[in-house]
Nanobody, 121 residues
Framework: QVQLVESGGGLVQAGGSLRLSCAAS????????MGWFRQAPGKEREFVGA????????YYADSVKGRFTISRDNAKNTVYLQMNSLKPEDTAVYYC??????????????WGQGTQVTVSS
């Protein structure tokens, strides 16, 4: 069992930056691929990006590529989502998830409760 808690959300103006954190507890954090997802009102949850167990590899959705960066600190059991050049369309609840698979479209076994990010124009 892995427990995930996101933090760092808030209100920011367009063009600004935020850094989200996801703290994990429970089973070995460093054995999981960690991903970030988001869900805007009235829309389905969508993939944002993921980081490999070592932290050396990442991949992102086209909508955030070049603006968002995922990193992890296995010593602190924490994964981060650095969001730059934010746009109003980035407004959503952001979730972190843990998976045993690096495959694109992999099933995520554990989820946090989410943190709200609102970008004003």
């Amino acid at each position: 069992q892995v427990q995930l808690v996101e933090s760092g959300g808030g209100l920011v103006q367009a063009g600004g930056s935020l850094r989200l954190s996801c703290a994990a507890s429970g089973r070995t954090f460093s054995s999981y691929v960690m991903g970030w997802f988001r869900q805007a009102p009235g829309k389905e949850r969508e993939f944002v990006g993921a980081v490999s167990v070592s932290g050396r590899s990442t991949y992102y959705a086209d909508s955030v590529k070049g603006r968002f960066t995922i990193s992890r600190d296995n010593a602190k059991n924490t994964v981060y989502l650095q969001m730059n050049s934010l746009k109003p369309e980035d407004t959503a609840v952001y979730y972190c998830g843990a998976s045993t698979s690096w495959r694109v479209g992999a099933l995520y076994d554990y989820w946090g409760q989410g943190t709200q990010v609102t970008v004003s124009s």
